[in-house]
């Protein structure tokens, strides 16, 4: 079973710094789907940025970026020019390639809650 | 327009109730999950539907039974409520893509 780890439980970054969160995971797969998804106090699931492990070109999305190194089965994400609103709970999720027929369910880590200071 | 929505967002109940949320999707998507996040924040699946066929139902108590009426829709009735279920539960939905968009979710609290 496919597993998602993120080892820093609390982080914190000033406005307009930079800030990386780190996720490992494990599988025996070699073609999934990897992805952030943020979680402010509203609680609301906001996908942040997602990347397929057929690409090797790390993906992008405004400030949001990830390094993704599929031999050591990492996949970090970096916020530039952190902004008071990115403050939230960040999880990292892996799934599955689609099944024929089937659905393929996320498996989350245990996030990691950001605070960013004025 | 709302992607995903559920009803209630806000449940409290007391133990031994039987309550249901409901959710209904907007996307033309064929797949739909029930995850629950717990007190610590750590969100798991629960089952997930495609076409209104169960695909994943993964280790969740016979109090839980969803129903899928349309593709469109994914409901989730709990029967004899318990402590252990207040959370928050969380429906999404997926489409030929492989991303899940989320709905508000639904905190549950059992008295």
């Known amino acids: 079973a496919q597993t998602v780890t993120q080892s820093q439980p609390e982080m914190s970054v000033q406005e307009a710094e930079t800030v990386t969160l780190s996720c490992t995971y494990d599988?025996?797969?070699?073609?999934?789907?990897l992805f952030w998804y943020k979680q402010p106090p509203s609680r609301q699931m906001i996908l942040v940025i997602r990347?397929?492990?057929?690409?090797?070109q790390n993906a992008t999305e405004n400030r949001f970026s990830v390094n993704f190194q599929k031999a050591a089965k990492s996949f970090s994400l970096k916020i530039s020019d952190s902004q008071l609103g990115d403050a939230a709970m960040y999880f990292c999720a892996y799934r599955s390639p689609l099944t024929q027929g089937g659905s393929e369910k996320l498996v989350f880590g245990k996030g990691t809650k950001l605070t960013v200071n004025p | 327009d709302t992607a995903v929505s559920q009803t209630p967002k806000y449940l409290v109940t007391q133990m031994g109730n039987d309550k249901s949320i409901k959710c209904e999707q907007n996307?033309?998507?064929?797949?739909m999950y029930w995850y629950k996040q717990d007190s610590k924040k750590f969100l798991k699946i629960m089952f997930s539907y495609n076409n209104k066929e169960l695909i994943i139902n993964e280790t969740v108590p016979n109090r839980f039974s969803p129903k899928s009426p349309d593709k469109a829709h994914l409901n989730l009735h709990i029967n004899s409520l318990e402590l252990g279920d207040s959370a928050v539960y969380f429906c999404a939905s997926s489409g030929d893509a492989y991303e899940q968009y989320f709905g508000p979710g639904t905190r549950l609290t059992v008295t």
């Open positions: 599988t025996s797969e070699s073609d999934y789907y």
């Open positions: 996307l033309g998507h064929d797949t």
């Open positions: 990347q397929e492990a057929y690409k090797q």
